[in-house]
């Protein structure tokens, strides 16, 4: 008999067997409140009954047009409506199945337009886990160990996360930049560097926002030195943070480049990257694909989660929830020693556990995510120590579900800190 391989490390001992809406369920109909969505893939919730309408009719229709061979219309209504969300400009897009092809794609149009090689990424950050991915992420060496040498070309600058560095919001940014600058001085020739990738919520890395003025420091140093800027926003967009692209939070700001995933189709296996077209015809025809790029089904489900978030006004949702669990995690942490830093954007949101030195406390924070999905509150945890727990809950989650989780979770910490 074969089995699954123990390569696969889960979070929480829960089997699904089916999900709706907020709600995950074992085969006991034990019902968990999922405040992971599926790494904030499943915005609408599971199994939204638009989506999943959606999808039946596609399935019956056309399941696989392959892109390379054939066109399908589900493609290209899919690219006009993304025109009503994408940022200005950016009016040209290409598919793949996953967030980390997204990242690749991004990374040969920047070097094609370029004709540069090298890449600067930001400390803590996670573009993905395929080759090239892998050497542009630095949330920690699980990621990279023993499978090396990853991709050349990669220089790493700082991240301006104030609580780790211990500064103001403004100073950190100050020193994120300085220490941009440095690079571009020191190890990555701006006529060298083709692109600067950044998350505008660094995610695995830990849930820390980038203040506005450190995009904005991004936005003029690729200007000046025709640096392409690719926002990821592969767990931060399609509404997540409150605003439809957490970018949006620096007002005017816009990429050259934007990678999204996750959110854009429900669960479904698709990403997209978006570029002004003369960008985009810069990129060599025939040099980007996939077997699965676009698929069919997804791209239906991707339109129905655009009417979804549209019709069910699913990002002022995640604004207005995401302040009221913001407000809640501070609360419980305000009561709680172990929390030493609580940051949220929208339905963000991450707690950091260390200990009364100040250094990151991996093991509390596992025990309070244990706790609490005993409880039946799933969460993940984040950060380059693993002391981050966060919550990313679906856009469809009300003020009552909100409270729910957060009585879980005050029952979960305070448990988890008495057994310790
Ligand atoms: C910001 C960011 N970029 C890239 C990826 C990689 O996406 P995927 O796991 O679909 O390859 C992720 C996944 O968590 C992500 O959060």
Redesign the pocket.
Known sequence: MSQLSPMLKQATPVVATRGEGMYLFDADDRRYLDFTSG??VTNTGHCHPRVVEAVQRQAGRLIHGQYTTVLHDQLLTLSERLGEVLPPGLDSLFYMS??????EAALRLARHATGRQNVIVFDGS?????MG?AAMTTAGHRFRAAIGPVMPGVAVAPFPDAFRLGLSEEEAVEHALRGLDRVLATVSAPEETAAMFV?PVL??GGYVPAPAGFLTGLRERADRHGILLVF?E???GFGRTGKFWAHQYSDGLVPDIL?T??GLASGFPL?AIAAPAALMAKARPGSQGGTYGGNAVACAAALATLDVIREERLVANAAEQGRRLADGLRRIAADAPAIADVRALGLMAGSEFCRPDGSPDPEAAQRAQRAASDLGLLLLSCGVHGNVIRMIPALVVSAEQIDEALSLWAKAVSSSAAAA
Do not use: L, Y
């Open positions: 790494v904030g996953s967030g980390s092809e997204a990242v996670f573009h993905g886990r395929t991915a998350e995610g695995e990821d592969i767990q931060t990678t995933a996750k990403s």
